[in-house]
């Protein structure tokens, strides 16, 4: 009887065990790419990374690129850093050796493709969407120029409650023209009124994977943060 | 002191004004150094990893109307680096102007690589043997980082490769002319 009894315990103890196994696992993970196509040569892109690639270094967020494609740094109390050079045959280094730089959701930076490139390059960001509590890595200074870009890929403008972007008064967006190779008419931000493009009433959008360059009034808070809640339904 | 203090500031904003430029001393493999093709075995191909250095020269436009008029004597040494990672490759990070360059402005560049055994190009040149290597003066765009919004450095987009070897055979012919001298006062003695 009470080998029978544990012989009976065993079966359903595995029998309980297979059935867990057997249900349906949900992942809250959204897995995804994003594909940036440039179309021309010796030229310089404000570009930003739209997924979490896990560590987020910059040869795992961009494998591979053509060679001496550069990516530039930039941070506003140090300025520019010192460069990013895809080697080819031998990867991502910076003048002191390999590149262990990362690229996190949020941060922008300039990437120059040079001059010779077989075009379109396309570069392809794979990775989850970030979601939840999400706090930029790159803070805003008073008085300073940051390079910042979305954490998600979603392409809104800055005054949409989905974007979260924690705009103060005389805020300047530039964005970069990879085509012409040259900053486009800047937005600015009036407390109380909203974002302009001269006197044009519009919003800066930044495109999927884009960044840009983003000046804080002296006036604005001594430090801002851009964090928002974002959640793929 | 109200005047002096006005100086001041005019003079820090004309110095925040005429911030030098910057380029990205670094080459593609288009644009790698090689060895002259007239080099046995190695010509051709990237000069090897660790053992040369790599050094930047640079003058201001007032130095010529175009590369063809700068002097080699008005080309002042920028900054210098080495080969890597690969062959024939260099990083040498970002390079700035001196002031008589303002950011965003061109200016005259050149390149020259030489056996990181010597202290110099022209040490290497009067050394003689495959240890010295230049490229033509060329003109280049510059970064202005101090740009409003700030601009990153510029490509060295003038550069074309180093693949001319120097020395001139003149220079070879001398120093076997003296490597000959040696042997026959060894003999003699």
Redesign the interface.
């Known amino acids: 009887m009470r080998t029978k009894t544990l012989l009976l315990a065993a079966v359903l103890g595995v029998a309980m065990v297979a059935t867990s196994l057997a249900q349906a696992i949900y992942s809250v993970n959204v897995v995804g790419y994003v594909n940036k196509t440039f179309t021309n040569n010796a030229s310089f892109f404000i570009v930003a990374n739209p997924l979490n690639s896990g560590n987020n270094t910059v040869s795992t967020v961009i494998p591979t690129a053509p060679d001496a494609t550069t990516i530039y740094r930039f941070t506003s109390t140090g300025g520019f850093g010192q460069p990013i050079s895809f080697v080819e045959g031998a990867g991502w280094f910076t003048p002191t050796g390999p590149s262990t730089d990362v690229l996190a959701p949020g941060e922008a930076f300039f990437l120059f493709i040079p001059a010779g490139t077989t075009l379109p390059v396309t570069m392809t960001f794979v990775g989850e969407v970030p979601q939840g509590n999400l706090t930029n890595p790159v803070s805003i200074p008073a008085g300073k120029f940051s390079m910042i870009a979305s954490q998600v890929p979603v392409k809104a403008g800055l005054g949409q409650t989905i974007m979260g972007f924690p705009a103060a008064d005389a805020d300047t967006v530039y964005f970069f023209d990879g085509a012409a190779q040259a900053y486009k008419a800047p937005y600015s931000f009036v407390e109380g009124a909203g974002w302009f493009q001269g006197a044009t009433a519009v919003e800066p959008s930044p495109e999927v994977g884009e960044g840009f360059f983003l000046f804080a009034d002296a006036s604005a808070p001594a430090t801002r943060t851009w964090t928002r809640t974002f959640n793929v339904q | 002191m109200k005047k002096l203090i006005t100086l001041v500031v005019l003079l820090a904003s004309v110095a925040y004004l005429q911030a030098q430029g ?1 380029v ?1 001393f ?5 644009t790698r150094v090689n060895y002259s093709a007239s080099v046995p075995v190695l010509g051709g191909t990237g000069v090897q990893v660790g053992q040369f250095t790599v050094g930047l020269y640079y003058a201001p436009l007032s130095a010529g109307a175009t590369p063809a008029d700068v002097l080699w004597s008005a080309m002042s040494l920028l900054t210098t ?1 080495g080969i ?3 062959a024939g ?1 260099f ?4 390079a700035t102007t001196p002031s008589s360059t303002a950011g965003g402005v061109d200016a005259y560049f050149a390149v020259r690589v030489w056996q990181n055994t010597f202290a110099s190009y022209e040490e290497a040149a009067a050394g003689g043997g495959y240890r010295n290597l230049t490229t033509t003066i060329f003109r280049n765009a510059t970064g202005n ?1 101090s740009s ?3 601009g ?2 510029a ?1 060295m ?1 003038g550069f074309t490769g180093v693949n001319n070897v120097v020395p001139e055979p003149g220079t070879i012919a001398l120093g076997a002319l003296g490597a000959l001298g040696l042997l026959f006062i060894r003999r003699r003695k």
């Not at chain 2, 670094?26 to 288009?30: E, K, L, T, V």
């Not at chain 2, 990083?91 to 970002?94: A, D, P, R």
């Open positions: 910057t990205n670094a080459n593609a493999a288009a680096t890597a990672p690969a490759r990083l040498g990070g970002v980082p409003v919004p700030p990153a450095a490509a987009s």
